[in-house]
């Protein structure tokens, strides 16, 4: 696996590919990071790095990236339904955890998915900002708990112009 140390207006993000796909994109001061060794790699040579490094570049200039690089998320079966429910969020849009919710329970046939579960699997994605966490709010548009902190999550949605609730 290889990562890569990213300075960024959120802070550090602590980035990592394997197998020609990014499977990490953390706050380095957010919940569930990864160990990071002493000396991180601050440059990379790795074409997915790179390529993610590229693509923040664009999104914390205030543009929308375009599609994202090759992404490998690991989790659960049922984290991975909602992390491909995240990534069809478009740039500058919010959802709620209950419409992340909907298109699960109908494929499961049932009538209502737990919006609590949704948001356990929500805060467990370990490529933020690329599988777009931030852009989840609370039902009536009000801001939710965010792993890589509500100061962060504030600035990626005023950043992407999309209106919350306090």
């Known amino acids: 696996m290889n990562g890569l140390l990213l300075e960024s207006p959120v802070g550090p993000l602590w ?17 569930f990071l990864p160990p990071i060794p002493a000396e991180p790699p601050r440059s990379t040579h790795d074409p997915v790095l790179a390529e993610a490094q590229h693509w923040l570049a664009v999104y914390f200039s205030g543009r929308d990236p375009g599609p994202t690089p090759p992404l490998a998320a690991k989790g659960t079966d049922f984290q991975q339904e909602v992390w491909r429910q995240l990534a069809a969020v478009p740039y500058g849009a ?36 690329f ?15 965010y792993g890589g ?11 992407e112009g999309i209106p919350f609730r306090p």
């Open 15 to 31: 980035l990592t590919a394997q197998g020609g796909a990014l499977t990490g994109c953390w706050f380095t001061r957010g919940r």
């Open 94 to 129: 919010a959802t709620s955890y209950g419409a992340l919710a909907a298109p699960l329970a109908a494929a499961r046939g049932i009538p209502k998915m737990s919006a609590r579960a949704v948001g356990g699997a929500v805060g467990r994605n370990p490529i933020s900002i």
């Open 131 to 145: 599988l777009p966490c931030h852009r989840v709010l609370g039902a009536d548009g009000r801001l939710t708990g």
């Open 149 to 159: 902190g509500l100061e962060n999550k504030i600035f990626l949605l005023r950043l």
